[in-house]
C-alpha cells in the first residue's frame, strides 16, 4: 500500500521520525477511508435523507477524527461532490487555501452582512484573485437601510440576536439549502463553547454535515501554516482583532484578553447562532 503524501500523514507521523504502531494503524484507516471516498467522487447525494446523512456522520466521524484536514476535505469533496462547500468569514484564508489545494475551484461561500469591516471586504477580495476557489457571495433579503426601516435603526444594538438571525444565520441557511455538507474553520481551541466540535458532526437545525476540518488544530499550528504557506491574512488580525465579525460589534482585544472577548462586547451574547 503506498505511503500518503508527508502532508496528508497525521501530525505525530512525518518522514525520518519512526512512526508508532497506533500511528501506522491509523494511518492506514486512513488511506482506506480515502480510497472508498474516492471511488465514489462524482456521486451526487441529492435525494439522501437525513437518515442517510447522518449515518454518513456516525460511520464516518471516528475514522476520521484524527485524520489532517486534507484527508478530511478530500472525504468530503469525494463523497458529497458538488454538494459540498466550505465557509469562510475572512479573518483568515487557511480554510481556503488548504481546500483549494485538495479540490481546486471548490465553492467558498462567504456571508456579506453589509456590516463588514472594508478590510473583511478587502480579504475576500484578495481570497477570490489568488486562490483556485469559487467564491460565492451572499447577502441577507434585506438591505441594512431596509432592516432600519423595518426595525428601527442599528437593530445589532437594540436586538443582536435578531440581528444576527436575520443578517447571518438566515442567508447561511437559505444558501446552504443545494449543498448536502458544509466545512467551517471551527476549531475547539477557540472557545470553552466549541472543544467538542467533532470534526464530522450533524447539524441537526440545517440538516446538513458539518465538517471542520480544523477541528484539532490549535493556535500555534494555524500559525505555523500561515508563515510556511504565505497565506491571506486579514490585516485587522495585527492590529488587535484576533477574532473579526461586524465592525458594530467588533473591538479591539486588550493583550491577555480572551481572542473572542472583543465579540459583542458588554453583552451576554458569545455566538452568533450559526454554530449553536
Given amino acids: 500500500m503506498p505511503r500518503l503524501p508527508a502532508r496528508l500523514l497525521p501530525e505525530d507521523a512525518r518522514p525520518g521520525?519512526?512512526?508508532?504502531?497506533?500511528?501506522r494503524e491509523r494511518r492506514l484507516v486512513t488511506t482506506a477511508t480515502t480510497r472508498t471516498a474516492r471511488a465514489s467522487r462524482g456521486i451526487q447525494t441529492e435525494g439522501r435523507s437525513p437518515e442517510e446523512l447522518?449515518?454518513?456522520?456516525?460511520?464516518?466521524g471516528a475514522e476520521l477524527e484524527l485524520a489532517p484536514a486534507e484527508t478530511i476535505i478530500e472525504w468530503a469533496a469525494a463523497t458529497f461532490g458538488e454538494r459540498f462547500c466550505i465557509t469562510s468569514s475572512m479573518g483568515d484564508a487557511v480554510l481556503a487555501d488548504v481546500a483549494s489545494k485538495v479540490v481546486p475551484g471548490i465553492d467558498v461561500v462567504f456571508l456579506d452582512t453589509g456590516y463588514h469591516f472594508v478590510e473583511t471586504i478587502g480579504t475576500r477580495d484578495a481570497v477570490a484573485a489568488t486562490l483556485d476557489v469559487n467564491l460565492l457571495t451572499i447577502t441577507p433579503v434585506q438591505?441594512?437601510?431596509?432592516?432600519?426601516?423595518a426595525y428601527g435603526k442599528d437593530l445589532y444594538k437594540t436586538d443582536p440576536d435578531l440581528c444576527c438571525a436575520m443578517r447571518k444565520v438566515q442567508p447561511l441557511t437559505d444558501a446552504l439549502a443545494s449543498y448536502d455538507a458544509w466545512a467551517t474553520g471551527l476549531r475547539r481551541a477557540e472557545t470553552h463553547n466549541r472543544v467538542i466540535a467533532p470534526v464530522i458532526g450533524w447539524d441537526a437545525k440545517k440538516g446538513?454535515?458539518?465538517v471542520s476540518p480544523l477541528a484539532r488544530w490549535s493556535d500555534e499550528q494555524v500559525e505555523r501554516y500561515i508563515a510556511e504557506n504565505?497565506?491571506?491574512?486579514?490585516?485587522?488580525?495585527?492590529?488587535?482583532?484576533?477574532?473579526?465579525?461586524?465592525?458594530t460589534c467588533t473591538r479591539r482585544v486588550a493583550p491577555g484578553e480572551d481572542a473572542r472577548s472583543g465579540r459583542w462586547a458588554g453583552t451576554n451574547k458569545t455566538?452568533?447562532?450559526i454554530h449553536s
Avoid: F, M, T
Fill in 17 to 23: 521520525q519512526a512512526e508508532p504502531s497506533n500511528v
Fill in 54 to 60: 447522518r449515518e454518513l456522520v456516525s460511520h464516518w
Fill in 143 to 149: 438591505s441594512v437601510a431596509e432592516q432600519d426601516a
Fill in 208 to 210: 446538513k454535515v458539518k
Fill in 230 to 247: 504565505g497565506v491571506l491574512v486579514n490585516p485587522l488580525v495585527y492590529d488587535g482583532y484576533p477574532s473579526i465579525g461586524c465592525a
Fill in 271 to 273: 455566538e452568533c447562532g
